[in-house]
């Protein structure tokens, strides 16, 4: 635990790409953990941008309790210590492939939301936005959110299966990762692309990789440093520098 404490207290631009996994701890279910979304629901489905134009009430049926609750969810352990070592200068980015929002609710301001966000829609016909407040109260209905200016399928601001991530916040993230002299990468199995491989511009920047995840992931032989229990580090961390 010292190696990680050495790289966070030396280190001169330290970015975090988190996962799904930094959200358990706030009750929310990852997508490839033993108890998590895949065990359960197809997330494939839920996600593909076809079914969501074939229909829309299966996005918003099974996100009632997942996205469309979180004003419910409190952030976890991690979220709260990311947020203070910002504040202190030792974090200076967290790219992020969630879409709960926690990391904001926590205090962390320089975020990139690699995968979008619920935060806002907006009408597909129009182009019309709306609040994630305005559209969750809606769907706790149990209703499809419709535009009310044209009276077209809302969706979330949230990139699904089949689109392209938004270019400029993708190019924002391979900057910063591009810049970062450590990389570490908590509770993501590194399988969704492209995010999984934002690691591999640290290291051909001769960056060094940091891996903290409770499964494998393809990047681990690459880790200058691997650990399995996000709990224990971020522990660590909190006791040692924060």
Request: charged content about 20%.
């Amino acid at each position: 635990m010292d190696d990680i404490i050495y790289l966070l207290k030396t280190s001169n631009h330290c970015v975090f790409l988190s996962g799904a996994g930094v959200s358990t701890f706030s009750g929310i279910p990852d997508f490839r953990g033993k108890s998590g979304l895949y065990t359960k629901y197809d997330a494939d489905r839920i996600f593909s941008l076809d079914e969501f134009h074939n229909d829309p009430s299966y996005y918003y049926h099974h996100s009632k309790d997942l996205i469309y609750n979180l004003n419910e969810r409190e952030p976890g352990l991690i979220h709260k210590i990311l947020a203070r070592m910002e504040e202190q200068g030792i974090v200076k980015a967290i790219i992020t492939q969630n879409i709960d929002m926690l990391h904001q609710k926590a205090g962390s301001i320089n975020i990139i939301e690699i995968h979008g966000s619920p935060a806002s829609h907006h009408c597909l016909q129009c182009g019309r936005h709306y609040s994630y407040k305005n559209i969750a109260d809606i769907v706790q209905q149990d209703n499809i959110p419709l535009c009310d200016g044209c009276g077209g399928l809302i969706k979330p601001d949230i990139t699904f299966y089949g689109e392209m991530l938004d270019q400029e916040t993708l190019d924002a993230a391979i900057k910063e990762v591009s810049e970062a002299d450590v990389l570490i990468v908590i509770g993501s199995s590194l399988v969704v692309q492209p995010a999984a491989s934002l690691p591999l511009y640290t290291l051909e920047n001769d960056g060094k990789l940091v891996i903290v995840n409770n499964m494998p992931t393809p990047l681990d032989r690459y880790a200058h440093l691997r650990y399995n229990d996000l709990q224990d580090v971020f522990q660590y961390i909190e006791k040692a520098l924060l």
